[in-house]
Nanobody, 124 residues
Framework: QVQLVESGGGLVQPGGSLELSCAAS????????MGWYRQAPGKERELVAQ??????????ESVKDRFTISRLNAINAPNTVYLQMNSLRPEDTAVYYC???????????????WGQGTQVTVSS
């Protein structure tokens, strides 16, 4: 069973920084992409940033030049993704969810997994 475990959320003042991390575990045959979404109260969940297996990245316009996504696929930390968030603004306040797209077997259909979410609050 695939699980995503997130960490790193919290309270930060405007202009501050936070780093989120997400580690995937379980039987994973191939990862297509890993990313971060967020959902603010009363709003729909939106893509924040994504990195593919080929290390291509995409970002929401609102976070470009402030957030950086990176993926670690080292032997001792496989399928781990980070989100470095700088120059945080009150409008970045949301629950941040890690997401992974991939396959559990060579002949399986693709699947999507979600973490439990971590709260990020930007406030003075």
């Amino acid at each position: 069973q695939v699980q995503l475990v997130e960490s790193g959320g919290g309270l930060v003042q405007p202009g501050g920084s936070l780093e989120l991390s997400c580690a995937a575990s379980g039987s994973i045959f191939r990862v297509v992409a890993m990313g971060w979404y967020r959902q603010a109260p009363g709003k729909e969940r939106e893509l924040v940033a994504q990195v593919t297996a080929g290390h291509s990245t995409k970002y929401a316009e609102s976070v470009k030049d402030r957030f950086t996504i990176s993926r670690l696929n080292a032997i001792n930390a496989p399928n781990t993704v980070y989100l470095q968030m700088n120059s945080l603004r009150p409008e970045d306040t949301a629950v941040y969810y890690c997401n992974m797209l991939g396959y559990v077997a060579p002949t399986s259909a693709s699947d999507s997994w979600w973490g439990q979410g971590t709260q990020v609050t930007v406030s003075s």
